[in-house]
């Protein structure tokens, strides 16, 4: 293959973005044993990308934060998401998501995350509410306006099972309805109780999908980690559940001599589960990227955010009961977790970082599915279906 259709593989243009679409389309509505991936483009083209952002990201929830990142009256933290800076904050109403960008010359008010009575402006010192109110502008006496009739904007925002969801386009269906559900399942886990203990934050060179289809599909464990999880949990057990319309769950059964410890490694147990869920881990993705890996004692939550065609922010973060935090030798247990969700977490970037270039190849081409990546082929028709006229 020569270097000009590899480039044209990389860079495909907003008049390649047509045939990709058919493309696309075309692989829709196959039974998972005749079907294959979408086609690597998909996950390279930057035009492919914007119109994900414009016809998923921007329409559909997305997952942005959790509730226990801003547990107190004044915690924020800061997200920069498809053009938007944003500030997620608790006000002493409820939890607001705000574009952080000032009102006078937009210079961004705040960054990081912590604690605070108001934001002021770095530039000119105009002073913001928790609720996004101006609460003053210094030396604007001569300019006719009422600067304390204004404020930022907010952006939509729904809270379910703890987790903070914003919708851009300010108009899609309430969420709730959709994950009534899984809300369900997860009640008997107490996620009131969920607490993001530690976050590891990566820049990945890797299109958002394939974030996502990793974390979904076990059969990479033979490979990807055959020390870390096909000992205990071999990739030939594990199996997807049929779709729902807003989710789906995957399931990875430990081996029969797995000891229980090795599968709950000590904190306490999110709640009530059968025996069958006390021996497996749960891989749950509410489209289009929110991925929560349940085990009986914590929850390892993959918080992504999509840059580009090639490139995603992942914060990985693992959850556990708050009372968690009394054990003592919490810190000792913690310590152990976040090495082992290092080392597979790196296992993973390897793989996916090698399947990103190999995508961009011009040789590169749809390839089948085994029925162990059933979690794939329900997100390819996923992102069919949006991305249609
Ligand atoms: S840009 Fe914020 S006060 Fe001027
Ligand atoms: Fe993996």
Known sequence: MDSSSMLQREETSGDMLGPLVRSVL??????????????????????????????IFRKEWVVIGHTSQVAKTGDFF??????????????????RALSRVCLHRWAPLVNGAGNTARFSCPFHKWAYALDGRVLGAP???EAEFEPKSCRLPEFRTEIIDGFIYLNF???????????????????????????VATSIDYDCQVNWKIVVETFMEC??????????????????????????????????????????EKIAVGFPDLGEMSAQERREFRLYLVYPYHLLNVLPDRVHWFCLQPMGASRTRLQSNIIVRR????????????AAEREFLLVVNDEDIAVNEMQ???????????????HLEKALWQLADYVRERIKD
Not at 170 to 195: I, K, M, N, Y
Not at 219 to 239: D, G, K, W
Not at 323 to 334: I, N, S
């Open 323 to 334: 009372e968690a935090f009394e054990q003592p030798d919490y810190e000792k247990k913690m």
């Open 139 to 141: 030396l604007m006496e």
């Open 219 to 260: 059969y990479h464990h033979i490979a990807a980690h055959p020390e870390t999880f096909e000992r205990a949990y071999p990739a030939r057990y594990t199996y997807v559940e049929d779709g729902r319309a807003a989710w789906t769950v995957g399931h990875a059964p430990a081996r029969e001599d797995l000891p229980n």
């Open 169 to 195: 386009s300010g108009d899609a269906a309430p969420l709730a309805p959709q994950l009534t559900e899984l809300s369900g399942l997860f009640a008997r886990w107490r996620p009131e109780h969920w607490v």
């Open 356 to 370: 990103q270039r190999g995508a961009a190849t011009g040789s590169a081409a749809p390839g089948r599915f085994s």
């Open 78 to 95: 800061t997200i920069d998401l498809l053009g938007e800076m944003i500030v997620v904050v608790r006000a002493a109403d409820r939890i």
């Open 26 to 55: 075309t692989g829709g509505h196959q039974p998972l044993s005749r079907a294959k991936t979408l086609p690597p483009e998909a996950y390279t083209s930057e035009a492919f990308f914007q119109l994900e952002v414009e016809r």
